[in-house]
C-alpha cells in the first residue's frame, strides 16, 4: 500500500515524501479514505502508530477542498486533546503536513498568557487544536466561534476522560453544529468511551489496527520485582550498566519525579523531571533537553508524559506501576514507535503486585517475573499466581525463566468491561449528548 493509493492530494503526497514516509501506517491505510469520504470513524490507535497523520491529512484535504473564498476564515476544524503537549504535537504535525496548502491553523492551551492565542484566532483560523479548559475559556469570552465547525476530532479520547473533562466536552457538545463530521481515537474504548462514542457520533465506521488494549507488538516488556528502597540504586545500575541515553520513567507522583532526577543527579546520571507543577516552559525546556539527548533521563508522570513525542525512543521504565492498567498501555505506547523496537521495564515492590495483574488482565497476557542480581527482595516474593514464571538472577537476557506451574487463565481475554464495539453500529440522530447539562 502506498500513500498514493489514498486518495491524497498532491501537496499532502508532497509534505509526506518530505516527511520521509515512505508507506502507510495500518491507522493511516484504513482511516485516510474513510475520512475523505466524510464518516464519522471511531479508531483505536495508540499513539506511536501515526494516528496523528491518520485524521490530520484527510481534515487537511477536506479543508482545502472546501475552503470559501474571500475574507472570512471560520473555525471549520477542531482538534480536541487532553494536555498542552499533545496539542503542541498535533499542531506541529498541522503544520508539516500543511506546509503546501493554503490553510492556517492554531493551538491553544491553559497554563500560558491567552493574548497570542487570542491574537491568532483573530487573524483567522480553518484548524484549531485546544485543551477543552482553555477552549471554553476562550468561547466564553467571546474570542472564538465555533458556529461553521465541520469536523471535531477527539485525539486521546480515554485520556480526556480520566482526566476529568467529560463536563467539559459535554459543554463543547452544545457549542458546534449538531451536522458535523466526528472523529474519536482512543488508546483503549471502556465503556465509558463507547457511551461517549455513540452519543457524539453517527453511523460511525470502525476502525481498528490492534487488539484493543493490546501493546505494541514490538515491546519487549520486562517485570522486576524489588523491594520499594532499591528501586532507585537498581534504576541508575541498569541505566549505567546498560549505557542507556533516552530513558523515560515514569512515577506516580510530583514528589517522586522530582526526588528521583535529584537522586539520579547525584549518581552522575543527568535527569530533569516533568509534571503538571512545572511551568509550561520549564516542561518544553526539560523535553527539548531530552530530545536533543543533553539530558539521559526524563522523569514524569502520567499527565505530563500525555503526548510528548520522541521518536524511537528505546527505553520506558515504571518505575511504579500505575494505577490505572489503561495508563501502562499508554507509558509503554511511548516506546516501540512507529515500527522500531523499544523495551519497557517495570519495578514493582511487593505492594504492586495486584497492579501487576490489573495489567496482565488487561492485556491478557502473563508476563514474567524478574529478579535482578544484587537486589534480591527482602520480602517473600509476591505468591507467584501458579501460572506466571520467576526468573532469578536476571537483569541480563530477561529470557528463559522457569516456567512453573504454568496453568491457563480461562478467560484470556482483557477483562473490566471492554466491550467490543466491533461492527458499525447506526444512530438514528447526531446529538450533542446531554442538553440538560448545567453550565459552568
Ligand atoms: P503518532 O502515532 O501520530 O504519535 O506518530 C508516531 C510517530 O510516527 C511520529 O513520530 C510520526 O512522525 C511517525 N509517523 C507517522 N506516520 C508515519 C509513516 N507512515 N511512516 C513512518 N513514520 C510515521
Known amino acids: 500500500m502506498s500513500f498514493n493509493t489514498l486518495g491524497l492530494s498532491p501537496a499532502l503526497l ?8 515512505s508507506n502507510p501506517s495500518p491507522i493511516q491505510s484504513q482511516a485516510i479514505p474513510l475520512i475523505l469520504d466524510r464518516k464519522d470513524v471511531l479508531a483505536s490507535a495508540q499513539t506511536g502508530t501515526g494516528k496523528t497523520a491518520a485524521f490530520t491529512l484527510p481534515v487537511l484535504q477536506i ?26 504535537q498535533v499542531h506541529d504535525n498541522v503544520r508539516d503536513y ?18 497570542p492565542q487570542v491574537s491568532a484566532l483573530r487573524r483567522g483560523v480553518d484548524i484549531l487544536i485546544a485543551t477543552p479548559g482553555r477552549l471554553l475559556d476562550l468561547h466564553t469570552q467571546g474570542h472564538l466561534s465555533l458556529a461553521d465547525l465541520d469536523i471535531l476530532i477527539f485525539d486521546e479520547a480515554d485520556r480526556m476522560l480520566d482526566m476529568g473533562f467529560l463536563r467539559d466536552i459535554k459543554r463543547i457538545l452544545h457549542i458546534v453544529p449538531e451536522e458535523r463530521q466526528t472523529l474519536l481515537f482512543s488508546a483503549t474504548f471502556s465503556s465509558d ?25 514490538k515491546v519487549h516488556q520486562r517485570f522486576f520485582f524489588v523491594d520499594r528502597s532499591q528501586k532507585p540504586a537498581m534504576l541508575c545500575q541498569m541505566i549505567q550498566d546498560g549505557n542507556w541515553s533516552q530513558v523515560l520513567v515514569f512515577t506516580r507522583t510530583k514528589h517522586g519525579a522530582n526526588r528521583l532526577a535529584q537522586r539520579m543527579a547525584k549518581r552522575g546520571i543527568t535527569a530533569a523531571a516533568i509534571h503538571g507543577n512545572k511551568s509550561q516552559s520549564a516542561r518544553t525546556q526539560a523535553l527539548a533537553k531530552f530530545k536533543s539527548n543533553d539530558i539521559r533521563v526524563l522523569v514524569a508522570t502520567d499527565i505530563a508524559a500525555r503526548g510528548l513525542d520522541i521518536p524511537l525512543l528505546p527505553h520506558v ?40 495483574r490489573k495489567i496482565e488482565k488487561l ?45 491457563r487463565r480461562p478467560n484470556g481475554n482483557s477483562g473490566g468491561g471492554n466491550g467490543n464495539g466491533g461492527g458499525n453500529r447506526s444512530r438514528s440522530r447526531r446529538s450533542s449528548s446531554s442538553r440538560r447539562q448545567p453550565q459552568k
Do not use: C, M
Not at 63 to 86: N, S
Not at 98 to 115: D, H, K, M, Y
Not at 329 to 355: C, K, N, Q, W, Y
Not at 385 to 401: N, T, V
Open 317 to 356: 521504565i515504571n518505575f511504579e506501576l500505575p494505577n490505572i492498567a489503561e495508563d501502562y498501555v499508554h507509558r509503554i505506547g511511548r516506546t516501540g514507535r512507529a515500527g522500531a523496537a523499544g523495551e519497557a521495564i517495570s519495578l514493582f515492590s511487593h505492594d504492586e503486585e495486584p497492579l501487576v
Open 363 to 407: 492485556l491478557g497476557k502473563r508476563h514474567k517475573i524478574e529478579v535482578k542480581e544484587g537486589f534480591e527482595p527482602s520480602e517473600e516474593a509476591p505468591p507467584p499466581p501458579a501460572d506466571r514464571s520467576i526468573h532469578r538472577g536476571g537483569g541480563g537476557g530477561g529470557r528463559g525463566g522457569n516456567n512453573r506451574n504454568r496453568r
Open 14 to 21: 508532497k509534505a509526506i515524501d518530505k516527511k520521509g514516509y
Open 63 to 88: 479543508l482545502q477542498k472546501t475552503a470559501q473564498k474571500g475574507k472570512r476564515r471560520p473555525i471549520r476544524a477542531l482538534v480536541l486533546t487532553p494536555t498542552r503537549e499533545l496539542a503542541a
Open 193 to 217: 468511551i463507547l457511551r461517549l462514542a455513540k452519543d457524539i457520533s453517527h453511523e460511525p465506521e470502525w476502525v481498528e489496527t490492534a487488539p484493543k488494549n493490546s501493546t505494541a507488538k
Open 98 to 115: 500543511g506546509e503546501f496548502l493554503n490553510l492556517r491553523s492554531a493551538v491553544i492551551f491553559g497554563g500560558v498568557n491567552q493574548n
